[in-house]
């Protein structure tokens, strides 16, 4: 799987690999997060599990595939076997099904460790003791020359045997579905909103060596980020810092100045529930903390901006989906309540049914 840096190919690889334990009807275990209990468990009732083992190829090395241990045998003929690790052990029982997930592999520069992973992903096998059980999918994942300056070409007869998938990056709405369903309410929204405003910021390759570039990687991060600092009081100087070493001076300073917008707040929403239209007029960075500000708000604030949701049906509803999708699921299932809110609903239907 090729594509750029921190677009989701290993929570792709993931997913389905859980996606196919449930299929098959067996106890999902990543091997790099189980207890000694389960990896127990494992060993004595392999046919009860899918593993699943991510390893980061230019960590790994041809001594890493086992461990030399001396055999003293009745002739006085000693010998050395080398003892294989646990994570191969487990994937080379028989009765075992899994995925080895190898990544970054386009970056692997040593040759005795491309030999390595040639002999791996060609026959399974691990050196010259230990295959992997035929169970086991084997899956790669590396970034093409444009991302990354120490790309290295894999053999042609490599490449011969695998399929090769190219991997998009997320759009904007496909990042915020994400957000909402793995972190709920616990990030900044106003990162969607921004991204919503300028979607060609979601992946932009680097400037220079040594400078942060965002992706939908280092976006999620940065917002999680953000909603931490808030939390906890920081001051607009070490968000910026934050948005900058995430996203890179461009992005970052950018991103950052909605949090500078010396706007009140609490005037302009009360303005917009009377006169929704002056929201035109506000610039961009103050429309963004606006709506972050909007999709934020109790069922009584949601009620009291009524005709300003009915403003961005009219005119603005792109953004009006957006807003719904990031309000707070419970206020959103109380709203459902009211008439108006569910009328809107049902006319945004099509739009929503995107991020579901």
Not at 32 to 46: A, F, G, Y
Not at 173 to 180: G, S, V
Not at 263 to 280: G, M, Q, S, T
Not at 290 to 304: D, F, I, K, P
Request: charged fraction near 30%.
């Amino acid at each position: 799987m090729l594509g750029a840096p921190g677009i989701g190919k290993t929570e792709i690889i993931k997913q389905k690999s859980m996606e196919e334990a449930r299929r098959l009807g067996k106890v999902f275990a990543d091997l790099r997060e189980v207890s000694e209990e389960t990896i127990s468990d494992i060993l004595n009732h392999p046919e009860k599990y899918y593993i699943y083992l991510r390893i980061v190829a230019p960590h790994i090395f041809p001594e890493d595939l086992g461990i030399p241990k001396m055999i003293n045998h009745s002739s006085n003929k000693d010998y050395v076997e080398y003892v294989p690790p646990k994570a191969l052990k487990i994937l080379s029982l028989p009765e075992i099904h899994g995925t080895l997930f190898i990544d970054e592999i386009t970056n692997v520069q040593r040759d005795d460790q491309i030999s390595m992973y040639y002999s791996l992903i060609l026959e399974k096998e691990a050196g010259f003791q230990l295959k992997l059980s035929r169970n086991v999918k084997i899956v790669l994942a590396g970034n093409t020359p444009e991302w990354s300056t120490i790309v290295r070409e894999l053999p042609a007869p490599l490449i011969n045997r695998m399929k090769i998938f190219e991997v998009l990056p997320p759009t904007v709405d496909e990042w915020l579905d994400y957000m909402m369903r793995t972190y709920n309410d616990d990030w900044e929204k106003s990162c969607g909103l921004y991204l919503k405003m300028f979607p060609t910021e979601l992946l932009m390759p680097p400037k220079q060596a040594f400078e942060a570039f965002p992706t939908p990687r280092s976006w999620t991060l940065t917002c999680r980020d953000i909603y931490e600092l808030k939390k906890a009081g920081a001051d607009e100087e070490t968000m910026e810092a934050v948005a900058v070493g995430g996203l890179g001076q461009e992005v970052g300073l950018k991103f950052s100045r909605i949090f500078k917008i010396n706007i009140d707040l609490a005037a302009v929403l009360k303005e917009i529930a009377d006169k929704p239209e002056v929201f035109d007029d506000l610039e961009l960075d103050a429309k963004i903390i606006v709506l972050s500000s909007v999709a934020s708000q109790t069922v009584e604030g949601v009620n009291r901006l009524r005709r300003f949701f009915e403003h961005l049906l009219a005119n603005h509803r792109e953004l009006l989906t957006v807003v719904i999708m990031l309000m707070n699921k419970d206020v959103k299932k109380r709203m459902l309540s009211h008439d108006w809110f569910k009328n809107l609903i049902e006319k945004l239907a099509k739009d929503i049914s995107r991020f579901t």
